[in-house]
DNA sequence: CGAGATTCATGTGAAGTATACCTTTAGGCTTAA
DNA sequence: AAGCCTAAAGGTATACTTCACATGAATCTCGTA
């Protein structure tokens, strides 16, 4: 037993892995050039620059799809910027937040929470008034004198949970503040964002936008190559691989993240099949692996009650392979698991709110419709392939004990 | 036959409740002078 | 008497419930051509 042990240990030592710094397909790792963004690169530069004599940069906003590198530019400018600071002694500070977090940003309170956090303030996830929490923000952030860069990442997503209500709060903190001065990047997906704000916020903290266009084929397939060269040992994809690759995240509009995100799953396929090379094959096995963990994730992360509801959707999907989904069946068959597993069930209208919450995570397509006479209900679909559904089924029924 | 009224099943907003957690404060106990 | 600890009081955010009203097109009703 521990002899095999021992042979299969030293067989893995002696494979030449495919990899040979995985970092580089990692979602987080900031390559020392960034292809085809030069533009936007030099503009936030010029923006942010100012900073460097003192002078407090204008408020910027960055609109564009996923993965056309908005994320990434913004972090490397702003990270460069820093440095030279550090180095010429400017008392300058990024701070970045991503408000999607579920649980972590999603609040007017837990924002300001987690932004205090960052300046080395703990605060209770509850109890405190929120203006409080502002004052001991505020406080911190003034304690001395310097120029901070706040970055909100997915803005667009806090505002519809939380309203725009905190950016009205940000935009006037700079006359509370005395010694320091704070300056705000939003980054959003949603390219009409900011037609819904209060034009009072609009008009301030709008005063400079910028627009990432999405990749071409072309480009992300420079992008892949750059990476994959760090990555991968030589000769290892196979002939069109990446163009593959490419296309699949062209199709999808020119999303460079999840082209990476597929040459790393497939990579991660090849070596654990023992395969040398990468073949167009593991492309779309990683692209099934990719969606069905995407699910998994979201719906591990999700509270009980979440899960319950997703359950109960596939479930009546199930009865009723082709009809449509309404909320009231979904309700009954919730109500049944609940009791099942001795879950207290929520009331109807808290259901309908978790439903259009799913929506909103993107598994699921909840629109309203009305059926005349037989009453207005959300006609539910489902977001991701059906292929995926029965594991997801099973990691739910496993989670829920059923 | 068609315009308007009706109807259904649930969406949606507002307000209230339960829970968990926070700070403040007052009382009680300990300690040291 | 001063200092420290504890528990109660008073406050908040969040998740959820309760209540009440809003919705909007299929269907019904009924006057009219």
Redesign the pocket.
């Known amino acids: 037993m521990s002899t095999d042990l021992t042979t299969f240990f030293h067989d893995y030592l002696e494979k030449q892995p495919l990899f040979l710094n995985k970092k580089a397909l990692q979602t987080n790792y900031t390559p020392s050039t960034i292809p085809h963004r030069v533009d936007q690169i030099n503009t936030i530069a010029s923006m942010l620059a100012p900073i460097l004599r003192g002078e407090k940069p204008s408020n910027l906003f960055i609109y564009g799809k996923t993965g056309t590198g908005k994320t990434l530019v913004t972090q490397y400018v702003a990270s460069q910027v820093s440095h030279v600071a550090q180095e010429r002694n400017v008392p300058v500070q990024v701070v970045y937040l991503n408000c999607k977090l579920k649980?972590v940003a999603d609040?007017e309170?837990?924002i300001i929470a987690q932004l205090a956090k960052e300046f080395g303030q703990d605060i209770?996830?509850?109890?405190?008034?929120?203006d409080e929490v502002y004052k001991l923000f505020l406080k911190h952030l003034d304690q001395d004198k310097r120029l901070i860069v706040l970055i909100l990442d997915e803005i667009d997503q806090l505002v519809k949970k939380a309203g725009d209500e905190i950016l009205y709060n940000f935009t006037r903190i700079n006359s509370v503040l005395k010694n320091a001065e704070l300056s705000v990047i939003g980054i959003s997906n949603d390219l009409l964002f900011m037609d819904n704000i209060d034009p009072r916020v609009k008009s301030s903290l709008n005063e400079e936008e910028l627009v990432f266009p999405p990749y071409n084929a072309i480009q992300i397939q420079d992008i892949l190559r750059q990476r994959s060269n760090i990555a991968f040992r030589e000769n290892i994809l196979q002939d069109g691989v990446i163009e593959k690759c490419a296309a699949y995240a062209a199709r999808e509009h020119g999303d460079a993240r999840r082209a990476l995100e597929l040459l790393r799953v497939s990579g991660e396929l090849a070596e654990r099949k023992n395969q040398q090379l990468i073949t167009i094959e593991h492309i779309d096995e990683a692209e099934d692996k990719i969606e069905r963990d995407k699910v998994l994730e979201i719906v591990h992360t999700q509270?009980k009650?979440f899960q319950l509801t997703l359950l109960s959707i596939f479930l009546v999907k199930e009865v009723s392979e082709t009809k449509p989904l309404?909320?009231?069946?979904v309700y009954e068959i919730y109500k049944d698991l609940s009791q099942k597993i001795n879950l207290?069930?929520?009331?109807?209208?808290?259901v309908?709110d978790i439903i259009?919450e799913l929506d909103m995570l993107g598994i699921i397509n909840a629109k309203?419709i009305?059926?005349?006479?037989?009453?207005?209900?959300?006609e539910i679909r489902l977001a991701i392939p059906i292929s995926t559904v029965p594991l997801i089924k099973q990691a739910l029924q496993e989670g829920l004990n059923l």
């Open positions: 649980r609040t309170y837990r209770p996830a509850t109890g405190l008034p929120t509270p009650q309404f909320t009231g069946d207290k069930p929520l009331t109807q209208r808290r309908s259009a309203v009305s059926k005349g006479r037989y009453g207005r209900t959300r």
